[in-house]
C-alpha cells in the first residue's frame, strides 16, 4: 500500500510554526516547533517517517509509543523514553532534542513542557542531561584550562578565535578566575574544517603553551600554524551534538546551556543563581 504525505506550515511569528502532515489513510499527525527549536532537525525526523499502517491500539501505551518512533526513525532507539505528568502524553530524547508524543501516536509536538506549580522546565531538564552525556565524553586534558587556585566553579566554553565577544571574554580571564570561575575552553571554529579558524584553533593546540597561545591568538596575533594531534575534530563533534549555533557557549555543571557573554558580573551571577536553584 503506498501513502502520500502533504506538510503544510504557516509562521507564527510570536509562537514560531505550526505544521500539519497529511498522509493519505492515515489520521492526520500535527506538529508545533517554538522559534527556539531548530526546525530543520524536526523536518529530518519527519523525513524519516516510513508508516505503514496506522498505529494499533495497545495495553502498553510505552510499547505503543516505542513502536511509533521506531517508525518515525528507523534503526535509532530513543536516548529516553517515558510518561510525563500529563496524562497520555510521553517524552522521547535523541541526544539533546526533545519531543512529546500522546499514547496513540496521532500528535506530535516539541517545545518545552513546564510545571507551572513548580516553575520547573521540565524539557530543559532532560536536554540538561543529555548535554552533561556529552560534556562527560570530552577529557579535561583536551581543553585549554584557566583556573584560580580555587574553583568555586566550573564552567566549558566552547569558543572560536576570531569571535570579537569570545575576545572581549578572554580579555577578562583574570577578573573571571579572580571571582573563582574555572574555564575550560573547547575549540568551536565556526568556519567549519580548513578554515582559517579551524588551523589557529589547531595551532594554539599544538603550541608548547597553549594558554598563552590562545592569549595571543584572541588579542589578534599570529600564531605560527602547526599540525600535530588534536581534538578539535572532537570538539566540532561535540558542538553538534550539544546543538550549539553560536559563540562563546557556556555549559554549567548543571548542564545547563548559557549563549553568549556580557560581562564579568553578569556570568558570576548566572552562576550564584543557578547554586542557589540548585
Not at 223 to 231: E, I, Q, S, Y
Not at 265 to 274: F, I, M, N, S
Request: net charge positive.
Amino acid at each position: 500500500m503506498t501513502f502520500r504525505r502533504r506538510l503544510r506550515c504557516c509562521a507564527r511569528p510570536r509562537w514560531g510554526y505550526r505544521c500539519n502532515i497529511s498522509i493519505s489513510g492515515i489520521s492526520e499527525v500535527q506538529l508545533v516547533v517554538t522559534r527556539t527549536v531548530n526546525l530543520k532537525t524536526v523536518f529530518m525526523l519527519l523525513g524519516a517517517l516510513s508508516l505503514s499502517a496506522p498505529l494499533p491500539a495497545a495495553q502498553d501505551e510505552l510499547a505503543a509509543v516505542r513502536d511509533m518512533l521506531r517508525q518515525l526513525v528507523p534503526g535509532q532507539e530513543p536516548d529516553g523514553l517515558k510518561a510525563t505528568a500529563v496524562p497520555g502524553i510521553y517524552e522521547a530524547s535523541y541526544g539533546t532534542v526533545v519531543v512529546y508524543l500522546n499514547k496513540d501516536g496521532r500528535y506530535l509536538f516539541q517545545g518545552d513542557l513546564i510545571d507551572l506549580k513548580t516553575e520547573t522546565n521540565l524539557s530543559e531538564r532532560t536536554r540538561s542531561e543529555a548535554r552533561l552525556k556529552v560534556i562527560a565524553s570530552l577529557a579535561e586534558e583536551d581543553m585549554i584550562v584557566f583556573s584560580p587556585r580555587q574553583a568555586k566553579y566550573t564552567v566549558t566554553v566552547f569558543t572560536d578565535i576570531d569571535c570579537t565577544v569570545c575576545q572581549r571574554m578572554h580579555a577578562d580571564m583574570a577578573k573571571i578566575n579572580r571571582q573563582g570561575v574555572k574555564v575550560r575552553y573547547a575549540a568551536y571554529p565556526r568556519a567549519g574544517l580548513d578554515s582559517e579558524s579551524y588551523v589557529k584553533a589547531v595551532s594554539v593546540w599544538c603550541s608548547k603553551d597553549r594558554k598563552k597561545a590562545i592569549t595571543r591568538a584572541k588579542a589578534g596575533e599570529e600564531v605560527r600554524a602547526k599540525p600535530c594531534d588534536n581534538p578539535v575534530k572532537q570538539h566540532l563533534q561535540a558542538v553538534r551534538e550539544l546543538g550549539i549555533r553560536g559563540t562563546p557557549a557556556f555549559i554549567l555543571e548543571d548542564g545547563s546551556l548559557i549563549p553568549g557573554y556580557d560581562s564579568v558580573e553578569r556570568l558570576v551571577e548566572t552562576l550564584e543563581e543557578r547554586k542557589r536553584n540548585g
